[in-house]
């Protein structure tokens, strides 16, 4: 069993910047693929980001490229999402996510554990 828990969202302008962290309690941390999801009010949860479990491997959707990273410190047991030049459409809850089996995936229901979510609000 693994509980997440997301933290480091909050109000910020745009152009500036966020760290997310997700804190994981399991002793098989470091074996799974993670993922960063978020949620727009009226919207569906969407793709971010996602880090293999070595963290050797991650992969984007376009419209973050180039301005978020996604990280892993397994003795840590903690994911990172540094989010830089954000965009008020960058406004969402953001879910952090692991999967058990597989690779990193873009696919949200690949994902066995979620976590409560952080708020991001990028104001204009």
């Known amino acids: 069993q693994v509980q997440l828990v997301e933290s480091g969202g909050g109000l910020v302008q745009a152009g500036g910047s966020l760290r997310l962290s997700c804190a994981a309690s399991g002793r098989t941390f470091t074996n799974y693929p993670m993922g960063w999801f978020r949620q727009a009010p009226g919207k569906e949860r969407e793709f971010v980001a996602s880090?293999?479990?070595?963290?050797?491997?991650?992969f984007y959707t376009d419209s973050v490229k180039g301005r978020f990273t996604i990280s892993r410190d397994n003795a840590k047991k903690t994911v990172y999402l540094q989010m830089n030049s954000l965009k008020p459409e960058d406004t969402a809850v953001y879910y952090c996510a692991a999967r058990s089996s597989g690779s990193y995936s873009l696919d949200r229901n690949a994902y066995n554990y979620w976590g409560q979510g952080t708020q991001v609000t990028v104001s204009a």
């Open positions: 880090i293999s479990w070595s963290g050797s491997s991650s």
